[in-house]
């Protein structure tokens, strides 16, 4: 029998249903796991033990007493430390908002809540969701479970090395273009950036508005479907959610995919993917043809042009969502204040700011400057717009598109951070799926020399469902997402705990 930690959602949901186990009981063993490979990993930036142990007490005594609970009563989540958590401090992993503790909790925390789930802690990730490697934030390095000299993928590493090396039955991440499919790619884990819209952004601390989404980390496509079941829906709070009905996803998981037209974009197959990134994918490819699968190949012309275009709608929208943090209201301010208020808040943005922040400011703030918005903003939306269309005319073929989701398995720490350009590059596949506004979905596909390669699964705008059923059909004829990393255990190191 499996350990608790190394249980699905799906799983462990019945046997919380059965009274086999109890929350308290599940809850403890992956506080057990966070202490035993933590120091290793460290992939939590805030562990909330106390808070997680009263509420899984509280999923006990509500079962006790004859109430009838969801399928993530009593399961342990971890959250990405850019969603405001009620009460429990939320950094961003940045200096900026080291010590700040939100008064109010995210629409998705609140949906968490009453679904009765576990919050186990906050994770790690590249400060204020800028980098793809993790080794952005401003307090320490996340290390890939796989490979603890490689990276996790980024901004969203710590959540999905959580889940990988069994300290979370599941988390959540953000991605704004590719930090939940890249990671998830990276680590062996199914990660989802849900269509934007689908999941409320009330209480996601803003990197770029317009391409901004939360989506969660799992182990298989079944407890995906469960997950995004939780925290999906219109809500109010936020204006550019989706007034759409949620359907339920589990039901799509039938395991026949028979007939169902799968698009393999030419343009995703290029020069610069490693061999076996591209062979496994390639294999499975194979894998959704033998399931009677009809594959064909499709044309996204303007993908060559989509980093481009995401380097400068990004940064400009950063530049103004990060303009509050001014060291007035809320977050640091500079120690040594001297001079006036423009010496005041540039000193305050050059100690609270990493270098890739402030990188992305000035880059943000040059293109919407004067002379420059029409030359580069007005023209990278402009080629967005192109890029939606790509993928409309590919949906009006395909019910799905299939793809890598890195260029690469896993890198070694450091080799990238030095060459800004290089790092963005891990993000070529990713990123026009966040510009079109659609849903993407990466899942385990195979092995390239002992480490993970991820499968990006492209769906028209709320075409969840459809991902989800090929996924799980996918992973029904194989074992890819039920491996784990052989994560050496080292002494924990101190964390901060709440």
């Not at 496509?221 to 995004?228: Q, S």
Request: glycine share 10%; proline share 5%; aromatic share 8%.
């Amino acid at each position: 029998m499996p350990e608790l930690w190394q249980l699905t959602i799906s799983e462990a949901s019945e046997a919380l249903r059965r009274r086999e186990i109890s929350a308290t009981e599940l809850t403890r063993a992956h506080l057990d796991r966070i202490e035993q490979v933590e120091g290793s990993v460290r992939a939590f930036v805030t562990v909330t033990d106390q808070q997680a142990m009263r509420d899984a007490e509280q999923v006990d005594r509500l079962r006790r007493e004859g109430v009838e609970l969801g399928p993530l009563a009593g399961v342990p989540l971890a959250i990405k430390d850019v969603i405001s958590t009620k009460g429990v401090r939320t950094t961003c992993s940045s200096r900026m908002l080291e010590h700040y503790t939100p008064p109010y909790d995210a629409t998705v925390m609140t949906h968490l809540h009453e679904a009765h789930a576990i919050m186990l802690g906050k994770t790690n990730m590249d400060e204020f969701a800028m980098g793809s490697s993790t080794e952005n934030s401003a307090f320490f390095t996340t290390h890939n479970p796989w490979d603890l000299n490689r990276a996790p993928g980024g901004s969203s590493g710590g959540s999905a090395s959580a889940v990988a090396v069994g300290e979370a039955m599941a988390a959540l991440g953000s991605d704004t273009g590719g930090s939940v499919r890249q990671p998830g790619a990276l680590t062996n884990t199914n990660a989802l950036k849900p269509t934007y819209g689908r999941v409320s952004r009330y209480g996601l601390i803003a990197f770029a508005s317009s391409l901004d989404q939360i989506g969660p980390f799992t182990r298989n496509a079944r407890d995906m479907a469960l997950m995004l079941q939780a925290i999906a829906g219109y809500d109010p709070l936020d204006s550019t959610s989706i007034n759409a009905p949620v359907p339920d996803y589990s039901a799509a998981l039938t395991g026949d995919i028979k007939g169902m037209r799968i698009g393999v974009p030419q343009e995703y197959f290029v020069e610069g993917t490693e061999p076996g990134v591209r062979a496994a994918v390639e294999q499975a490819i194979e894998t959704l043809k033998s399931l009677g699968a009809e594959i064909g190949e499709c044309s996204l012309p303007h993908t060559r042009y989509g980093i481009a275009a995401y380097y400068i709608i990004a940064p400009a929208e950063c530049s103004a969502n990060l303009a509050r943090y001014d060291g007035v209201k809320y977050g640091h301010t500079a120690k040594k204040l001297s001079g006036g208020l423009i010496d005041f808040v540039s000193e305050t943005r050059a100690e609270g700011f990493g270098a890739e922040v402030k990188r992305r400011i000035m880059l943000g703030a040059y293109a919407l400057s004067s002379g420059y918005y029409d030359a580069y903003y007005l023209k990278a939306e402009r080629v967005r717009t192109l890029i939606k269309q790509d993928f409309d005319a590919a949906f009006a073929r395909f019910d799905a598109l299939i793809s890598p989701t890195s260029p690469s398995v896993a890198f070694e720490l450091g080799s990238k951070v030095s060459d800004p350009y290089a790092m963005y590059l891990n993000d070529v596949f990713t990123i026009p799926a966040n510009l079109a506004g659609i849903c993407g979905l990466s899942i385990p596909g195979g092995f390239s020399e002992g480490l993970p390669v991820g499968v990006q699964l492209l769906g028209p705008a709320l075409g969840e469902a459809t991902l989800l059923r090929i996924a799980d059909a996918f992973q029904r004829a194989t074992d890819y997402h039920t491996k784990w990393p052989e994560t050496p255990v080292a002494k924990k190191k101190s964390r901060k705990r709440s």
